[in-house]
């Protein structure tokens, strides 16, 4: 079997897009994510399930949910882009969107992925831009009623906000590249959108005889983005607890790009199959503790082949 066929990219990612958190979750452990793709994903645990339960109610704070059918690909795309639209909508007009869809390249790979969050905060120090920013912000559940301390926030959750912003930059500085993605997407651009879709089109956007296809559609959020520009460089990590939703408060940390093109490097090496998947070095063997793989993990019976072992017995009665 060649190299291409065998990498990650090409068995589990038969939709040609990445999405972020395929790129941040390598972070936390390789060989994990590895382990949990040929797994065929993270069984949803009940932790899992009140995150998401937790994100919808927040999402539902400032937008509506409608129930939209769609045919093909080009419908599907479509869709996503709409939705990219309405929240940049609403984060023009009322300073805060949810949910809100972002794309580009990483090398040669096309991320998807969704911002938690992103605000207008006021920030006296910036001398331009009627002294304001945009924030980018994700949030995450806890099981437990307090927020961890800001040397805990792992490394995947700060690549995964890291690379939402270089994301939203990049097309904040119009640099989409729309043939591109439909052709690693395999689109057609000047396809009209189906019948089903249109219809939904025509309820909620007023413009929609100009934006029937994916090629008027792209052409309109480029144009819409010159509203917008680079976000800040201060990223917030907003916590909650699990059991009632409360707020936990947040934490915050800049923006290193260099640490994160080096994390991206790194990450579509391996997706490309270039090298293998590696588990944690020895000072993060705590990870394995709470990993569901740990029994048959190579990496661990490897790496636990290689300590050596002092084994203390007391000279009273021999007891270990
Ligand atoms: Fe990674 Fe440890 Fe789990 Fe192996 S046991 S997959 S090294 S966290």
Not at 136 to 155: A, E, G, L, M
Request: with cysteine; aromatic share 14%.
């Amino acid at each position: 079997m060649s190299k291409e066929i065998s990498s990650p990219y090409a068995q589990f990612r038969d939709l040609k897009a990445l999405y972020v958190t395929d790129i941040s979750s390598l972070a936390w452990c390789e060989q994990q994510f590895h382990y949990s793709l040929h797994a065929g994903g993270r069984t949803e645990t009940t932790e899992m399930k009140a995150g998401s339960d937790i994100h919808l109610k927040l999402e539902l704070e400032v937008h509506d949910l409608i129930k939209v059918s769609i045919e093909t690909s080009e419908d599907l795309w479509g869709l996503k882009l709409f939705n990219l639209l309405f929240g940049l909508e609403a984060l023009r007009t009322t300073g805060e969107t949810r949910e809100l869809p972002i794309f580009g390249f990483v090398s040669d790979i096309f991320v998807f992925g969704i911002i938690d969050q992103i605000k207008k905060f006021s920030n006296r120090r910036i001398r331009k831009n009627n002294d304001w920013e945009w924030r980018i912000c994700d949030t995450k559940t806890r099981s437990k009623c307090f927020r961890p301390k800001k040397s805990d926030v792992p490394s995947s959750v700060k690549y995964q906000i890291m690379l939402y912003k270089k994301l939203f930059d990049n097309l904040a500085e119009g640099s989409i590249e729309e043939e591109r993605i439909f052709e690693v997407l395999d689109l057609d651009a000047d396809k009209p959108f189906s019948k089903k879709f249109s219809k939904y089109i025509k309820i909620y956007f007023s413009n929609n005889k100009k934006l029937n296809t994916l090629r008027k559609l792209m052409a309109f959020i480029k144009n819409y983005f010159g509203f917008f520009w680079k976000s800040s460089n201060v990223l917030e990590v907003n916590y909650k607890y699990q059991g009632d939703g409360s707020d936990l408060g947040s934490l915050y940390f800049e923006y290193e790009e260099d640490m994160l093109d080096k994390h991206l490097k790194r990450s579509i090496i391996y997706w490309k199959g270039d090298r293998e998947p590696e588990g944690v070095p020895i000072e993060e063997a705590w990870k394995c503790q709470i990993c569901e793989y740990a029994e048959n993990c190579e990496w661990r019976l490897k790496k636990s082949s290689n300590v050596l072992e002092v084994n203390y017995k007391y000279q009273g009665d021999g007891s270990d």
